[in-house]
Nanobody, 127 residues
């Protein structure tokens, strides 16, 4: 069975840091692009970072660029999201998702078609 297990969320004060983990199993890790999404109440789902299997590059949304860093450990088939200098507006449920190929660059319309989604982990940033 395919599993994406997101963990590491919690409550943190503004300016603090958290590291999220997304443990993947049941599919060929190296062939899949893996992204971190977030969704706050009443807001659209946002792709905050994506590691592309097609070119090995990591992309970030403008809202997190310079504060968040995504990395992968292929041996552990785990993707991480290091979040620094957190702001109250970062409060959301964070999800990881995966699919074959370079979907990181495919745009919002493609996100609902991604093959694999993990359960979310809640990040709450207090002011």
């Amino acid at each position: 069975d395919v599993q994406l297990q997101a963990s590491g969320g919690g409550l943190v004060r503004a300016g603090g840091s958290l590291r999220l983990s997304c443990a993947a199993s049941g599919f060929t890790f190296d062939d899949h692009s893996i992204g971190w999404f977030r969704q706050a109440p009443g807001m659209e789902r946002e792709l905050v970072s994506c590691i592309s299997s097609s070119d090995g590059r990591t992309s970030y949304s403008d809202s997190v660029k310079g504060r968040f860093t995504s990395s992968s450990d292929n041996a552990k088939t785990t993707v991480y999201l290091q979040m620094n200098n957190l702001k109250p507006e970062d409060t959301a449920v964070y999800y990881c998702a995966a699919d074959l190929g370079g979907w990181c660059y495919s745009g919002r319309a493609y996100y609902s078609m991604l093959a694999y989604w993990g359960h979310g982990t809640l990040v709450t940033v207090s002011s």
